[in-house]
């Protein structure tokens, strides 16, 4: 399995921007789908972003929709988060995930493997 860590968050006010990261362990890093959740207070882990092994696929949840992009560097084993137009209802700790099946999906059973987490807080 491959290992991951969050970094990037932090507090913003609502309008700003932040680029989260997601550095993975393992040289197989490059053969995953990769996927952005997250969990606000109270409430279920949702799905955010997906994108596919090779990047060339991507997908979004409606809530986030043209503010957010993910993207990946399979050279440097990264996989990135970047918020644009900062909602407070975007306040929400933000994990990483790795499914070794390298396909896109949305499906938190799909995701093997889990980073810590990083809390983004954004306010109005």
């Known amino acids: 399995q491959v290992q991951l860590v969050e970094s990037g968050g932090g507090l913003v006010q609502a309008g700003a921007s932040l680029r989260l990261s997601c550095a993975a362990s393992g040289r197989s890093f490059s053969t995953y789908g990769m996927g952005w959740f997250r969990q606000a207070p109270g409430k279920e882990r949702e799905f955010v972003a997906g994108i ?4 060339g696929n991507t997908y979004y949840a409606d809530a986030v929709k043209g503010r957010f992009t993910i993207s990946r560097d399979n050279a440097k ?17 933000y994990y990483c995930a790795a499914d070794p099946r390298g396909r896109l999906s949305r499906l938190r059973a799909d995701f093997g493997s889990w980073g810590q987490g990083t809390q983004v807080t954004v306010s109005s």
């Open 77 to 93: 084993l990264t996989a990135y988060l970047q918020m644009n137009n900062l909602k407070p209802e975007d306040t929400a700790v």
């Open 52 to 55: 596919n092994w090779s990047g």
